[in-house]
């Protein structure tokens, strides 16, 4: 089981930027950050692959948010600017098994087996 523990959440003007960081204890195939607003389903933000390193996103968060692993892959990265209130919610990330694909239906959350407890953002205008 990998072990998950968000942080970097915080309260931020439109237009400003946050830094979440995911400390990661443990092997994944893939991991992502999902989020998830009072009444609304939880989606997936970005993802990025333990191997190969790609990456993907949700399209309303293309060319404002970056997802990075360092090389030691224990630090997942999700670097957001440009924030917009619609992107107010409580940030997990999430890590798919080892030895599992990653990549296809990155933002199901129902192929990752391990989350962390969740870090607040909150944009507001």
């Known amino acids: 089981q990998v072990q998950l523990l968000e942080f970097g959440g915080g309260s931020v003007q439109v237009g400003g930027s946050l830094t979440l960081s995911c400390a990661v204890s443990g092997f994944y195939a893939g991991m992502a950050w999902f989020r998830q607003d009072l009444g609304k389903e939880r989606e997936g933000v970005a993802s990025?692959?333990?191997?190969?390193?790609?990456?993907f996103y949700l399209a309303s968060v293309k060319g404002r948010f970056t997802i990075s692993q360092d090389n030691a892959k224990t630090t997942i990265t999700l670097k957001m600017n440009d924030l917009k209130p619609e992107d107010t919610g409580m940030y997990y990330c999430a890590a798919r098994p080892r030895f599992s694909s990653c990549g296809s239906r990155w933002a199901l959350p129902s192929l990752y087996s391990s989350w962390g407890q969740g870090t607040q953002v909150t944009v507001s205008s």
């Open positions: 990025i692959c333990a191997g190969s390193g790609d990456t």
